[in-house]
């Protein structure tokens, strides 16, 4: 599924890959092990596209989707937990959350005086998010957190305020809801306990 054929390739003045090959065939679990600063992140950031090979390439079976999760988890405030998962799906992302604020917008009793137009807009959202197939993404969304110990507090609540480990989760979450035919995990238990 990803092959890497007669790779090199030099960060600066450190060689990382002198003609290294390799190959990762459909259903394989390959854990990938070294040193700080050996190359494990720059292989990654090789076959996700990031970066080219001085010499030699990688190569992808056609189709294949990868999941990537990167060592830095980057930064995650402003939405729900739920929203943030379904950020690496695409659009509907941005209309889950249009929706989410014109729910809240319309139980506001200071927003009385805008109702009628906060209920047309929410038609018209809500139209949009059924046909992105929208629920169906968000309930898959909650099994795959779920699955990763999230309460429903926590899926409802901002991202922002999560710790490490947590955010890590949310991270792998995200991925898991793609369905990528391979997920390339750079240091997924970093801020993991047991
Ligand atoms: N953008 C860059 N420019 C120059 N050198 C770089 C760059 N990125 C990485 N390097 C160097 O390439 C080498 C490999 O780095 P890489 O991040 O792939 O290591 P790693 O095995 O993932 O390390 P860690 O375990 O610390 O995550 C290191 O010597 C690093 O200093
Ligand atoms: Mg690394």
């Known amino acids: 599924m990803i092959g890497i054929d007669n790779l090199s390739k030099q960060n600066g003045h ?5 003609e290294a090959s390799a190959a990762l065939q459909r259903s394989e679990k390959v854990g990938l092990v070294g040193a700080n600063g050996t190359g494990k992140t720059t292989l990654f950031r090789l076959i996700t596209g990031e970066e080219q090979p001085d010499e030699g390439q990688i190569s992808l079976d056609r189709g294949v989707t990868i999941g990537y999760f990167s060592q ?5 405030k402003g939405r729900s937990a739920i929203a943030e998962v379904m950020v690496g799906v695409g ?14 917008a319309m139980a506001d009793p200071a927003r009385y005086d805008e109702l009628e137009s906060l209920v047309e807009r929410y038609g018209e959202v809500q139209a949009k998010f059924e046909e992105l197939d929208g629920y169906a993404l968000e309930s898959r969304a909650r099994v795959v957190l779920a699955g990763l110990s999230f309460t ?9 305020v999560l710790s490490g480990g947590w955010k890590m989760r949310e ?12 997920m390339s995990l750079d240091e997924p238990s970093n801020h993991l306990d047991l």
């Open 14 to 18: 450190q060689i990382v890959f002198i």
């Open 72 to 76: 830095d988890v980057g930064e995650m």
């Open 91 to 104: 659009p509907v992302s941005e209309v889950a959350i249009e929706l989410k604020a014109l729910e809240s």
């Open 152 to 160: 429903d507090e926590m899926m409802e609540g901002d991202v922002g």
């Open 171 to 182: 991270a792998l979450a995200r991925i898991l809801l793609i369905k990528p035919d391979a």
